[in-house]
Nanobody
Framework: QVQLVESGGGSVTAGGSLRLSCAVS?????MGWFRQTPGKEREGVAT???????SYADSVKGRFTISEDDAKNILYLRMNSLNSSDTAMYYC???????????????????WGQGTQVTVSS
């Protein structure tokens, strides 16, 4: 069983930055960050393959960066220029299945962390 533990969430004013971390028990071929707000569907934010190929949601391109420390098995999400629409619970996820790319759909991910809250105030 793969274990994922997120940290780094918090409250920030609009325009600010945060870095989320996800400690993973083992490196898996597809890893990513998702977010969800009450009453809305879960949204894929960014994913990364074991080879380092990253994908981003259009809403975060140019502002967020997904990266990983392979030696420490930690996945990061650097979030810059935050705005109120970024307020959500953020989840780290992983999946072993390789489809030629890492999906941005949460339904394609098997393992999930408990989430970390990000709140952006204007």
């Amino acid at each position: 069983q793969v274990q994922l533990v997120e940290s780094g969430g918090g409250s920030v004013t609009a325009g600010g930055s945060l870095r989320l971390s996800c400690a993973v028990s083992e490196r898996i071929v597809c890893m990513g960050w998702f977010r969800q707000t009450p009453g809305k569907e879960r949204e894929g934010v960014a994913t990364i393959t074991s080879g380092g190929w990253a994908s981003y949601a259009d809403s975060v391109k140019g502002r967020f960066t997904i990266s990983e420390d392979d030696a420490k098995n930690i996945l990061y999400l650097r979030m810059n220029s935050l705005n109120s629409s970024d307020t959500a619970m953020y989840y780290c996820a992983a999946d072993r299945r390789w489809r030629g790319r890492c999906s941005m759909s949460g339904s394609d991910f098997t393992y999930w962390g408990q989430g970390t809250q990000v709140t952006v105030s204007s």
